[in-house]
C-alpha cells in the first residue's frame, strides 16, 4: 500500500500538491464534530431564497427547462444583467459580447485569472481575504503577491502599498471591496489612485463585488465606472449574497469583448453552461427581487449594530465594518493567539467563530464572526463569549 501511495503522490502536479489546505474547512472538520454549536463562522445568508426566485426556478422545471443555454448564458438572463450593472453601478457592457453567466463568482474568478495568467505572472491581492485567491492564482500559475491592509487603516488598502508591490512581473490586481473577511469597503479617493496605478502600469483589474449590495454607510462605487478603467477591468459579481441564492450556484462577469470570447472558451470546454433552472431563478432575482434584497440589508445592518457594540461591550475591539456581513475583532487582549481563541471558545462556549489566519497572514490576531445569523443566536452567543472572557 505504502508504494501505491508513493507512485500516486509523485503523479501530482507539484503547484496541487504544495496547496495548503483550507484553514476554514480544517476548522468546520472540528465544529462538525461536536452539538449545540451556535456558528459565527459560515459566510452564508441565513435567509431562504425569497419565494418569488424559488417559484421562478420550480416553475422553470415545470416547464421543461432542462436543456443546455448558450455557452455565455441565456440572451435574457445576459441583458438584464447588463441592465442592473449599468443602472446600479454605472458600468456599461454590450450582453451579447461582454458578459458571461458562470457557476458562481469563483469559477468567474477562475476563468478570468488563467484567460489573464501566464506561467511566472504576478497578482496583487489584498489580505486578510477570502481564502480562494492566492489558491486560485496558483492554480493558474501566477504568483499571489499579497498586500496587506490595516486596522489603522479600517482595512482599506493604500495606494501606496500597492505601488510598492508593483514588479515588471505584475499582470493584475485583484480587489474585493466590501471585503471578506473585515467588512471593508474602499474610500472613493484610494480606489481612483489605484485606478491611476493599474493604467500607469498597463495592469489588469479584477474586481469581486459579491456583497456590493451590502454596503450600509454610503453609495458603492465600482473601480470599473472609473475613467480609463473598463477595457483593463473583469466584473465579478453573483447573486448568492444579496439576493440569498448560495446553493443555486449563479454568478458572471463583464469584461470587455476580447476577454469575455477567451474567457467563454475556458468556460466551454470545463462548464459548458450554468444550470438552465438557475438561470431563469436569476433573472427573476434581477426583475423583481429587489424589494427582498434591500429588506434583507436592513435586517443585517441592524444586526451589525447591535452585534460590533456588544463585542466591544464584552472587551473584543472591533471596527464598525462598513459592508458585507463580518464583523473582525481584534483577540489581542486576550493574549491568545486567533487560532488558539477559536479553538478554546468552541470547546468551551461551543461557538464557532473563523480564525483570522485563515485568510491569510494578515488576519493575524483576529477572527471572523458572520453576524448574518438570527438575532437571538448572536445574543446567546455573545452571552457565551461574554462567559468565556470572564473565565480566562
Known amino acids: 500500500m505504502s508504494a501505491l501511495k508513493s507512485v500516486s503522490e509523485n503523479l501530482i502536479a507539484p503547484h496541487i500538491a504544495n496547496l495548503p489546505p483550507s484553514g476554514i474547512r480544517r476548522f468546520f472538520d472540528l465544529v462538525n464534530s461536536m452539538d449545540d454549536v451556535i456558528s459565527l463562522g459560515v459566510g452564508e445568508p441565513d435567509f431562504t431564497t425569497p419565494w418569488t426566485i424559488r417559484e421562478s426556478g420550480i416553475y422553470s422545471l415545470e416547464r421543461g427547462h432542462t436543456s443546455y443555454t448558450s455557452n455565455l448564458g441565456t440572451p435574457a438572463l445576459r441583458r438584464e ?3 442592473y450593472v449599468a443602472r446600479d453601478y454605472n458600468c456599461h457592457y454590450d450582453p451579447q459580447k461582454e458578459c458571461i453567466v458562470t457557476i458562481g463568482v469563483s469559477e468567474a474568478l477562475d476563468i478570468a485569472l488563467r484567460m489573464l495568467i501566464s506561467p511566472g505572472d504576478e497578482v496583487i491581492y489584498t489580505e486578510p481575504c477570502y481564502v480562494s485567491y492566492p489558491a486560485e492564482i496558483t492554480m493558474a500559475h501566477g504568483v499571489p503577491v499579497p498586500v496587506t491592509t490595516r486596522v489603522e487603516n479600517a482595512f482599506a488598502v493604500e495606494p501606496e502599498d500597492i505601488a510598492r508591490a508593483i514588479t515588471p512581473r505584475t499582470k493584475a490586481i485583484l480587489l474585493n471591496f466590501p471585503c471578506n473577511p473585515t467588512g471593508a469597503v474602499m474610500p472613493p479617493d484610494k480606489l481612483r489612485a489605484v485606478a491611476e496605478l493599474a493604467q500607469k502600469h498597463d495592469l489588469a483589474v479584477l474586481t469581486d463585488e459579491i456583497y456590493s449590495e451590502l454596503n450600509y454607510d454610503g453609495d458603492h462605487l465600482s473601480i470599473a465606472s472609473l475613467p480609463g478603467m473598463k477595457e483593463r477591468t473583469i466584473f465579478l459579481h453573483g447573486f448568492s449574497k444579496a439576493f440569498a441564492m448560495t446553493g443555486w450556484r449563479v454568478g458572471y462577469a463583464c469584461a470587455p469583448a476580447p476577454m469575455i470570447s477567451a474567457m467563454m472558451k475556458i468556460h466551454q470546454y470545463a462548464i459548458m453552461c450554468a444550470p438552465t433552472v438557475a438561470q431563469e431563478a436569476a433573472l427573476e432575482a434581477l426583475r423583481n427581487g429587489g424589494n427582498a434584497m434591500q429588506e434583507m ?5 441592524a444586526r451589525r449594530d447591535f452585534f460590533v457594540a456588544e463585542l466591544n461591550r464584552i472587551g473584543l ?9 463580518y464583523a473582525f475583532p481584534s ?15 468552541l470547546k468551551a462556549e461551543h461557538v464557532a467563530v473563523v480564525p483570522g489566519e ?6 493575524k490576531g483576529f477572527v471572523r464572526c458572520c453576524y448574518a445569523t438570527s438575532a437571538d443566536e448572536l445574543r446567546e452567543a455573545l452571552r457565551r463569549m461574554e462567559r468565556f472572557l470572564k473565565n480566562r
Open 81 to 83: 444583467i447588463c441592465n
Open 297 to 301: 440589508r436592513e435586517s443585517y445592518r
Open 317 to 325: 475591539d472591533c471596527l464598525m465594518p462598513h459592508g458585507a456581513f
Open 331 to 345: 483577540v489581542a487582549k486576550t493574549g491568545m493567539s486567533a487560532t488558539e481563541f477559536a479553538e478554546e471558545l
Open 358 to 363: 485563515a485568510f491569510g497572514p494578515g488576519g
